[in-house]
């Protein structure tokens, strides 16, 4: 088995859903929204510059997850993902996947977002297979906390050795698609890296390691 490993904010999806989450919670006036929509910015500063604190991001992040009870915020992620993820996904990057799949290779979403979010975003990709980071649940309800491990960086390499254990498939036949510097570990560990939208300092490192670049976004033209 071949794997064709995609990373998902900015890679298969045009936007950033982590991200993109926070401002629909903002517009929706169920958190604090001049002080959310602040803090929401700054992680995701740090996040493009390779800054950020993860744990303490996914403490911000995850807690209006806490806040409110499963079957609210499944409503809200529905209208989320029909008024800000649909139109976000490009035609580009569903015909890549295909393309692995045709060639007998096995798609997966690796992504730092965590599961509540991405996990209906990779089904209206069609991949079936997402490692993301875990939010702990209790009850059937969030806790605000993060369940092992967080899919981001360094982690990011764990979290798929940890699913391949047992499994034939190889890091040095697999390809890997990502935008952004803090996917160095699993770039550097995969056969082949490929940088898509990628960010200043990725751009840099991929034309240093003759890396192929591409572009995967939405047109937005009219």
Not at 129 to 149: D, S
Not at 180 to 186: A, F, I, M, Q, Y
Request: glycine share 6%.
């Amino acid at each position: 088995m071949r794997l064709a490993l995609f990373d998902l904010d900015n890679t298969l999806l045009d936007g950033d859903s982590d991200y993109l989450w926070g401002e629909y919670l903002v517009e929706l006036g169920v958190v604090d929204g001049e002080h959310y929509r602040r803090e929401n910015q700054r992680y995701y500063e740090a996040y493009k510059a390779g800054e950020l604190d993860i744990m303490d991001f996914l403490a911000f992040a995850l807690e209006p997850l806490a806040a409110h009870p499963r079957r609210q915020l499944e409503q809200w992620r529905a209208d989320f993902l029909e008024r800000k993820i649909m139109d976000r996904i490009p035609t580009a990057s569903l015909h890549l996947i295909d393309r692995h799949r045709a060639a007998g290779e096995l798609p997966l979403i690796i992504t730092a977002t965590n599961r509540f979010v991405t996990e209906p975003i990779a089904q209206l990709f069609g991949v079936d297979h997402l490692l993301a980071t875990e939010p702990e649940m209790r009850n059937g309800e969030f806790t605000g906390r993060v369940a092992g491990t967080p899919c981001f960086q360094d982690g990011k390499l764990q979290r798929l050795r940890e699913w391949l254990d047992g499994q034939t498939a190889s890091l040095t036949e697999a390809v890997f698609y990502s935008d952004s510097r803090n996917d160095l570990p699993l770039l550097e560990a995969v056969g082949r890296a490929v940088a898509v939208n990628p960010d200043p300092a990725l751009a840099e490192i991929a034309r240093d390691r003759g890396w192929p670049v591409m572009r995967l976004s939405v047109s937005r033209e009219g």
